[in-house]
């Protein structure tokens, strides 16, 4: 799968036991320089009710702590949220400057989140996912922010806690999902090696005395046996009614609210997305019957619409490069692309931050392909990459599956996409709008959109020459977008069955059995995340012409693009706000 890596957890279950919460503005504080105290109080705060989430946002202070998920912790970090809420409330949006007035929103936003989790979506009772320790263990061994030494003690401290951590982790879990338990059981048997053998490696390399290591070692066996002794309690559950993986109606629509941030609902934009999967067969059949003759002479056409663009889609897959070539043949798409986006004048690439290309770090194996991976909103100076993994040592059947599915085509757009105009320059303009409170709740739908836009937006711009091959296989791409959200929607609110997920994939979004097979397993144990593709796209395609309208002959693209992008990583409702004005009520 091909996906952006970021150093984001989400804001879980944050759970301490600090008595001062929330802090109040200063007197006549309704001013930035207030309103910027208070944040930081908050965040110092926010970290200390969730070290896990700190140490993978790059904050260090609280690496040697884990807090236990107790019933008085929950609660407390539920009362953390409501004295901030109020502390916010004493601040009047309106008077702060652009930049504060989207900061105001997330960290409110974020708020009523932590509560709606406390009080009603409870995934402590049944997603056991949600109790998986390992991942900031890992970060904590495997990323360089500090001498190994001090790094293996805070590890060394942090397990401490792991026995009681997971016996009260199976007192809060009631009902857990099937699905999640097994996804649990395959997380946590894979990943226990960083206990049983990871943490051993790397003390071999430090000059901790003989004896502390004992003790540390001893320790790391505890913490294994704990996790261990945790898969196999769970094994061992027994429900006569298992709770269901599909979230339901009401519990979808809060989720989405809060995750996603849309002024839609998320049935609104289930019902454009399957207007728009419509619209896309229509297009995709009329290029289709145009490209026939050029690729299969005199044949008859198929009578069937979708039958005749499988056909078509499955030929021109057939162009793609070799095996060994693939990693080359993305890099060398970057100077052009770059070289596209000056010539036609689409944005401004800064000069002083080239795109660093870099072959997948051997930890990040697995993610084939390309992804663009950002430091932590504390690493200030770490470079953002464009990692390009290799197809060496895929079986050839694997590989040529793979290739055919990011052919010559599509791996263009993969590129435009991952790189440039994509993610990683939408990355560079983030980072010019500095704000650790859009670093920390960056708005993974306006990512996401902003990454899908800028293909059509090469495209329209002639990228490819305008020929149809190009724009037939970006509507399959797109296509994927669209599908991913009805069958999220689909499948948690409105119960569509695994055969009928599985053919729409295949039959109507031209998807291999393997990749719909694995997007069926992705959507039993996530909900929502896959909606954000398309949502964030159609709102900054709604955002753009309505900006269009409103600027009339002075509309410029490029300005668009980059006032757009000025306003850092924030939800796309709210850059449209700003950009247009708040509607008059
Ligand atoms: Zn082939
Ligand atoms: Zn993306």
């Given at each position: 799968?091909?996906?952006?890596?970021?150093?984001?957890?989400?804001?879980?279950l944050a759970l301490?036991?600090?008595?001062?919460d929330?802090?109040?503005?200063?007197?006549?504080?309704?001013?930035?320089?207030?309103?910027?105290?208070?944040?930081?109080?908050?965040?110092?705060?926010?970290?200390?009710e969730?070290?896990?989430?700190?140490?993978?946002?790059?904050?260090?202070?609280?690496?040697?702590?884990?807090?236990?998920?107790?019933t008085s912790n929950l609660q407390h970090l539920y009362k953390f949220a409501g004295s901030?809420?109020?502390?916010?409330?004493?601040?009047?949006?309106?008077?702060?400057?652009?930049?504060?007035?989207?900061?105001?929103?997330?960290?409110?936003?974020?708020l009523?989140?932590m509560q709606w989790h406390v009080k009603?979506?409870?995934?402590?009772?049944?997603?056991?996912?949600?109790?998986?320790?390992?991942?900031?263990?890992?970060?904590?061994?495997?990323?360089?922010?500090?001498?190994?030494?001090?790094?293996?003690?805070?590890?060394?401290?942090?397990?401490?806690?792991?026995?009681?951590?997971?016996?009260?982790?199976?007192?809060?879990?009631?009902?857990?999902?099937?699905?999640?338990?097994?996804?649990?059981?395959?997380?946590?048997?894979?990943?226990?090696?960083?206990?049983?053998?990871?943490?051993?490696?790397?003390?071999?390399?430090?000059?901790?005395?003989?004896?502390?290591?004992?003790?540390?070692?001893?320790?790391?066996?505890?913490?294994?046996?704990?996790?261990?002794?945790?898969?196999?309690?769970?094994?061992?559950?027994?429900?006569?009614?298992?709770?269901?993986?599909?979230?339901?109606?009401?519990?979808?629509?809060?989720?989405?609210?809060?995750?996603?941030?849309?002024?839609?609902?998320?049935?609104?934009?289930?019902?454009?997305?399957?207007?728009?999967?419509?619209?896309?067969?229509?297009?995709?059949?009329?290029?289709?019957?145009?490209?026939?003759?050029?690729?299969?002479?005199?044949?008859?056409?198929?009578?069937?619409?979708?039958?005749?663009?499988?056909?078509?889609?499955?030929?021109?897959?057939?162009?793609?490069?070799?095996?060994?070539?693939?990693?080359?043949?993305?890099?060398?798409?970057?100077?052009?692309?770059?070289?596209?986006?000056?010539?036609?004048?689409?944005?401004?690439?800064?000069?002083?931050?080239?795109?660093?290309?870099?072959?997948?770090?051997?930890?990040?194996?697995?993610?084939?392909?390309?992804?663009?991976?950002?430091?932590?909103?504390?690493?200030?100076?770490?470079?953002?990459?464009?990692?390009?993994?290799?197809?060496?040592?895929?079986?050839?059947?694997?590989?040529?599956?793979?290739?055919?599915?990011?052919?010559?085509?599509?791996?263009?757009?993969?590129?435009?996409?991952?790189?440039?105009?994509?993610?990683?320059?939408?990355?560079?303009?983030?980072?010019?709008?500095?704000?650790?409170?859009?670093?920390?709740?960056?708005?993974?739908?306006?990512?996401?959109?902003?990454?899908?836009?800028?293909?059509?937006?090469?495209?329209?711009?002639?990228?490819?020459?305008?020929?149809?091959?190009?724009?037939?296989?970006?509507?399959?791409?797109?296509?994927?977008?669209?599908?991913?959200?009805?069958?999220?929607?689909?499948?948690?609110?409105?119960?569509?069955?695994?055969?009928?997920?599985?053919?729409?994939?295949?039959?109507?979004?031209?998807?291999?059995?393997?990749?719909?097979?694995?997007?069926?397993?992705?959507?039993?144990?996530?909900?929502?995340?896959?909606?954000?593709?398309?949502?964030?796209?159609?709102?900054?395609?709604?955002?753009?012409?309505?900006?269009?309208?409103?600027?009339?002959?002075?509309?410029?693209?490029?300005?668009?693009?980059?006032?757009?992008?000025?306003?850092?990583?924030?939800?796309?409702?709210?850059?449209?706000?700003?950009?247009?004005?708040?509607?008059?009520?």
């Amino acid at each position: 799968m091909i996906k952006r890596i970021l150093a984001v957890a989400g804001m879980m279950l944050a759970l301490s036991s600090c008595k001062k919460d929330g802090m109040a503005p200063e007197e006549g504080g309704h001013d930035d320089a207030a309103f910027n105290a208070y944040t930081n109080h908050f965040l110092e705060n926010l970290w200390k009710e969730n070290p896990d989430a700190a140490t993978q946002m790059g904050y260090h202070k609280y690496d040697s702590i884990l807090v236990v998920p107790t019933t008085s912790n929950l609660q407390h970090l539920y009362k953390f949220a409501g004295s901030n809420m109020d502390s916010l409330a004493r601040f009047a949006s309106g008077s702060l400057s652009d930049a504060n007035k989207i900061d105001y929103q997330l960290i409110q936003n974020e708020l009523q989140k932590m509560q709606w989790h406390v009080k009603s979506l409870r995934d402590y009772e049944w997603d056991p996912s949600s109790y998986n320790v390992i991942n900031t263990f890992a970060y904590i061994l495997n990323e360089h922010y500090a001498p190994l030494d001090k790094r293996l003690r805070n590890f060394y401290e942090k397990m401490a806690n792991v026995p009681a951590y997971y016996k009260e982790a199976q007192k809060q879990i009631k009902n857990p999902v099937p699905e999640l338990t097994d996804l649990t059981a395959d997380q946590l048997n894979g990943g226990v090696s960083v206990f049983e053998k990871d943490f051993a490696d790397s003390l071999k390399k430090t000059k901790i005395p003989d004896a502390m290591q004992k003790q540390m070692l001893a320790r790391a066996k505890q913490s294994a046996d704990a996790i261990r002794g945790f898969t196999v309690w769970l094994s061992n559950l027994k429900s006569a009614k298992p709770r269901s993986f599909r979230l339901g109606r009401e519990l979808y629509e809060d989720k989405f609210k809060f995750d996603i941030q849309s002024t839609s609902t998320a049935q609104q934009v289930f019902n454009a997305a399957v207007t728009r999967k419509k619209y896309l067969h229509g297009e995709m059949a009329k290029l289709s019957r145009q490209l026939w003759p050029k690729y299969f002479g005199k044949a008859e056409m198929p009578k069937d619409t979708l039958e005749l663009i499988g056909r078509v889609i499955d030929t021109l897959s057939a162009k793609h490069v070799k095996p060994e070539e693939f990693q080359s043949a993305i890099e060398k798409q970057i100077p052009k692309l770059e070289a596209f986006v000056k010539q036609k004048d689409l944005l401004t690439l800064d000069p002083g931050k080239p795109l660093v290309v870099r072959k997948e770090p051997a930890y990040m194996a697995g993610v084939a392909g390309a992804s663009v991976s950002s430091p932590g909103p504390y690493d200030k100076g770490g470079n953002t990459y464009f990692n390009v993994g290799s197809l060496a040592g895929w079986a050839p059947a694997r590989a040529e599956s793979y290739l055919r599915e990011y052919n010559q085509y599509i791996l263009q757009i993969l590129c435009i996409h991952e790189a440039i105009p994509g993610h990683y320059t939408q990355l560079v303009y983030s980072n010019k709008a500095p704000s650790l409170i859009k670093s920390i709740f960056q708005n993974g739908a306006m990512i996401e959109g902003w990454a899908v836009y800028t293909e059509p937006m090469m495209l329209d711009a002639g990228f490819g020459n305008n020929e149809p091959e190009m724009r037939l296989m970006w509507y399959k791409w797109h296509l994927r977008s669209v599908c991913n959200t009805i069958l999220d929607y689909s499948v948690h609110v409105a119960n569509m069955s695994k055969e009928q997920a599985i053919r729409m994939l295949t039959h109507e979004a031209f998807q291999q059995q393997a990749e719909a097979e694995g997007k069926w397993k992705r959507v039993s144990v996530t909900s929502v995340q896959l909606t954000s593709y398309f949502t964030g796209y159609k709102e900054i395609m709604d955002l753009r012409t309505e900006y269009q309208k409103k600027l009339g002959d002075k509309y410029k693209l490029k300005a668009f693009n980059e006032k757009f992008l000025s306003y850092g990583s924030a939800p796309v409702k709210m850059i449209k706000e700003l950009m247009l004005g708040k509607p008059k009520e």
